[in-house]
């Protein structure tokens, strides 16, 4: 058996408890972190909580040559451990597939995932959300400017009056040289909120820290955004659409907004 467990998205404590009961069973564990990460909690605090050993494997091990993952879940009970919910990625349906068809049976242990967060914590309604897109880091694109398709996207969306959730770029073991096991680099909402303005007017809604006991949401002008700190990862930003009356009292009432810098409702 090969479960997949997403961890929800903040720390040790925020995974299901069904979650927890397949970890306590299993007779390997393995992990990847590269995909997104969990900011309130390091591996070691991971393996405490939940008395075991986790395998932490890198993109290779995962998208190129998963055998020792295969080999675990043939031989007895393996789990497979994501932060957020363990389907988002293509990469572990891929996995789930390539398990699929060795017969090795597959479950899968849901977690709260970034964009539910997004619209919880905002207020904006989650089925006015469009298409997602990925903001990369400039190295990680080739270019300086924000990716075509980025901004095509957005532009999408915003046509057909829908918010636009913008995933922050995370690079784990990849730095601008290549390969390199020491570099992390997480993108903050300043960062990208100063680049999307080279391109786009309107407003952008921040949340960081999305499962924390903390969380910050922040609503305002592009521009504005980028000249402010919003602290430790994991940050998302929102791109919003048309806005419904309740959703315009939201960014004010619960991101801050400045009412003058929101759109009219529709």
Known sequence: ???????GL????????????????????????????LAGATVGELESYHGVEIDVRDRPDVEEDP??????????????????????STTHVDLRLRAADRGIDTRIVHGTTADAAAASLSGLQNYRFGKATTLPFP????????????????????ERGLHTLVYLDIKVGIGPSGPD???????????AAGRLAEDL??????????GAP???????????????????????LVVPGDLHVVERDALVELAGAPPEALPDPV
Not at 1 to 7: A, H, Q
Not at 139 to 158: F, K
Not at 201 to 210: E, H, K, N, S, T
Request: glycine share 10%; no cysteine.
């Open 181 to 191: 096991p020491d570099h992390e680099a997480y993108m903050t909402a300043d960062h």
């Open 67 to 88: 055998e020792a993952i295969l080999e675990a879940a043939e031989s007895g009970d393996a789990v497979f451990l994501t932060a957020g919910d363990t389907m988002i």
């Open 1 to 7: 058996m090969l479960t997949f467990v997403g961890l």
């Open 139 to 158: 190295y990680a694109h080739g270019g300086d400017g924000v990716p075509g398709s980025v901004l095509d996207t957005i532009a999408d969306n915003r």
């Open 10 to 37: 903040y720390d040790e404590r925020s995974v299901a408890a069904d979650g927890e009961a397949a970890i306590a069973d299993a007779d390997r564990v393995f992990a990847e972190f590269y995909t997104s990460t």
């Open 214 to 236: 903390d969380p910050l949401v922040a609503a305002d002008r592009l521009e504005a955004l980028a000249g402010r700190s919003f602290g430790d990862p994991l940050h998302l």
């Open 201 to 210: 007017d309107g407003i952008g809604v921040v949340v960081a820290r999305a």
